[in-house]
């Protein structure tokens, strides 16, 4: 099977493939490829029915995507409690990239949400306040899309250690693309240097992972890069790539 079978006809509405068949193929063929050679199978496969997500904890995947694919789709989760910093991040995004920044919006605000839940949910119910603050919203955010590239890498935590380039996903039922999950920390930072791509300043203050404020610390020099989300709630992943 070469790559032009697996793109063939999936450009129509979703029902016209069996999607999950594809990325049964399309994972074992770019299993090995340049990260530039996952996004343009998917570009090529899905047009404008693509899109990517992004946290703005930098644009590396921003800066990928949009060399190959000028004006794709980029959702943000504006989740209300978002640093100043990151804020900032997104807005430099929209300037020096040829990308459309999308920003999803929860259904309540953090105001609303106090109001009818009590104030402080993050602490209370780290899972609930993520669901309703993120993962509810994107799923919203997705369903005009037939699939949706993602920067998650094998390397950052035991959950994402499986993770392959093309994925069903079937929460949603919907194609995930993850073209950077076989590159290492140095690949990213390497990749970033090489290319003066944007960043988020709280990376130079200690924050290697960056969420939502409440819920993300600094992390002291030898701590695992991800221990300062949700730190002492017992929770390692927000539940968007669950």
């Known amino acids: 099977m070469t790559l032009v079978d697996i793109e ?15 990325v049964e193929s399309a994972a074992t063929f770019l299993e090995g490829a340049t ?35 000028p004006g794709v789709d980029v959702l943000f989760i504006d989740t209300g409690y978002h640093f100043a910093e990151t804020v900032g991040t997104r807005d ?3 300037q020096v990239y040829d990308v459309n920044v999308i920003d999803v919006k ?17 602490g209370r119910n780290p899972d609930l306040c993520c669901y309703l603050r993120k993962v509810e919203p994107l799923n919203r955010a997705l369903e005009p899309y037939l ?5 998650i890498r094998r390397d950052e935590s035991p959950a994402r250690k499986d993770a392959r ?19 290492t ?13 944007l960043i988020n300043p709280l990376h130079y203050d200690n924050y290697p992972s960056i969420g939502c404020a409440p819920c993300t610390r600094q992390v002291a020099e ?21």
């Open 147 to 151: 699939a949706w590239i993602s920067g």
């Open 8 to 22: 063939v006809g999936l450009r129509d509405q979703r029902g016209t493939l069996d999607l999950q068949d594809i």
């Open 185 to 197: 920390q140095e690949d990213v930072d390497n990749y970033i240097a090489d290319n003066g791509v």
């Open 165 to 183: 380039v093309v994925e069903w996903d079937a929460k949603r039922q919907m194609v995930k693309v993850n073209p950077i999950a076989a590159w």
């Open 35 to 69: 990260a530039r050679e996952i996004i343009r199978w998917a570009a090529a496969t899905f047009g404008d029915r693509l899109c990517l997500t992004s946290s703005m904890s930098d644009a590396l995947l921003i800066d990928l995507v949009s060399r190959v694919k």
């Open 92 to 94: 430099a995004v929209r």
């Open 106 to 122: 929860p259904s309540r605000t953090v105001a609303e949400q106090d109001r009818d839940l009590g104030p402080r949910l993050f």
């Open 222 to 242: 030898g701590e695992d890069p991800r221990s300062g989300r949700w730190a002492g709630l017992g929770k390692v992943e927000c539940g968007i790539h669950l």
